[in-house]
């Protein structure tokens, strides 16, 4: 059985084909700047040259089509034709509060998807035009929609209610919904097989730290709390995003600079963090090779960053009363070391020790705790689009 993944974004569509006998990637590409003059596609048939093709595209069914055009070329495809995809997986930021897992996609499930364009303008809509341009290019194979937010709809109120007019939550759904779920599901799920212990019966951290970053802390197989929140904006320091911050900041910097609620977007979410701090980069190797050059702004906005991450441990592992283990993923957890060492140092307190010769790995699934370590430091590489396409196969099955 072939599955075809498919993560759409407002200009850009991401796709990778699994041969799910054995679960390998036949091939994966992009499509960048759709809608947009200078559409290129990038595809990567695995075993053969990586191709690349400029073609400007009006919209995200033009990108499909020409994404299903390589896929079958006699030169460059993986596959004969289309009838060779049994199913397609679509990766969905937002299920709202209706979805704590995996759907095939009829038109309730899309009017759910068009209900939380309101709480997710940035993402559903784009992930809506990418299964609409796929459901009428392929219309006879089931189409699974695979939400980031469905993992953590375990979470209890206690932890997803904010403390607002109860309204809020009634009226218009303000709570902490969580994101990066399949990467949560996923490191959390191998981070098991690594300890030898029942999912069901571990106490985990995952700490999912890319660009964008969450952490989450689960218990019995159920997420008790995530770092990200009403959007993914809560929680840690990011490459843009502020991450938390006292609420009265914002009405006071709107006033201050004479920003309505779209430029304060813009400034929350694309001019803080990181890049916002350090005056340097969002990109974490940029300030890491500023501060170690000297850069005062770097290292501070350096030690902000691990604050954060040690500061959500702490609160974590009090959640948790334990913890067996903390996982590390995604670009900055999988690759970089001097971060994993510089989050877990001096938090021996809590049973954290990290052996930091072993921790000298980049991408790989490795245990770097000490042997003295009550709780197991694991880095494990994630692996989002084949969470989607084995929920794809269950489901299309
Ligand atoms: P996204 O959220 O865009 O999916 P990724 O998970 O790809 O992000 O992570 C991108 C981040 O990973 C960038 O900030 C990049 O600097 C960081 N990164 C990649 N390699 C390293 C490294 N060796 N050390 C520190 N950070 C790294």
């Known amino acids: 059985m072939k599955v075809l993944v498919v993560n759409a974004g407002s200009s850009s569509i991401k796709y990778q084909v699994f041969n799910m006998e054995d679960e390998s990637v036949l091939a994966k590409g992009l499509v960048d700047r759709v809608g947009i003059p200078g559409t290129t596609l990038e595809h990567k048939p695995i075993g053969k040259d990586e191709v690349i093709i400029k073609k400007d595209l009006p919209d995200h069914t033009a990108g499909m089509k020409l994404v299903l055009e390589v896929l079958t070329n006699s030169e460059y495809g993986v596959i004969k034709n289309m009838d060779e995809i049994s199913a397609v997986g679509h990766r969905v930021v937002h299920g709202g509060e209706s979805f704590a897992e995996s759907v095939v996609i009829d038109d309730k499930v899309k009017k759910v998807i068009r209900d939380c364009f309101d709480i997710a303008p940035l993402h559903n809509p784009p992930n809506l035009m990418g299964i609409e341009a796929c459901q009428e290019l392929m219309p006879n194979v089931p189409h699974v929609a695979v939400f980031d937010t469905a993992f953590h709809q375990t979470m209890k109120p206690e932890n997803y209610l904010y403390a607002l007019p109860y309204d809020a939550y009634e009226k218009f759904k303000v709570r902490r919904y969580g994101f990066h779920g399949t990467s949560h599901f996923y490191v959390a799920h191998r981070a098991a097989e690594m300890l030898g212990k029942a999912y069901e019966d571990c106490k985990i951290i995952t700490c999912h730290l890319g660009n964008g970053g969450s952490m989450a802390a689960i218990k019995d197989g159920q997420v008790i709390d995530t770092t990200m929140g009403f959007t993914p904006l809560e929680g ?75 500061g959500y441990i702490g609160n974590y592992i009090a959640k948790l009363n334990g913890c067996d283990c903390i996982i590390f993923t995604a670009g900055v957890g999988e690759n970089g070391y001097d971060v994993r060492e510089a989050i877990c140092s001096d938090m021996d307190y809590l049973g954290i020790k990290m052996d930091v010769e072993k921790n000298k790995v980049r991408g790989k699934e490795v245990d770097v705790s000490a042997a003295d370590s009550k709780v197991r430091i694991f880095v494990v590489p994630t692996n989002e689009e084949l969470v989607i396409a084995r929920d794809t196969k269950r489901l299309a099955n």
């Not at 006292?246 to 929350?268: C, H, Q, R």
């Not at 005062?296 to 960053?305: F, G, H, P, S, T």
Request: hydrophobic share 40%; glycine share 10%; no cysteine.
């Open 236 to 310: 840690l320091v990011m490459g843009t995003r502020s991450g938390d911050i006292d609420p009265a900041i914002v009405w006071f910097l709107m006033d201050k600079l004479g920003m309505n609620t779209s430029e304060a977007n813009n400034y929350f979410n694309k001019k803080s963090g990181m890049l916002g701090l350090s005056g340097v980069s969002n990109d974490l190797r940029d300030v890491l090779e500023a501060a170690n050059s000297g850069n005062e702004r770097a290292k501070i906005a350096l030690q902000v960053y691990y604050n954060k991450v040690k």
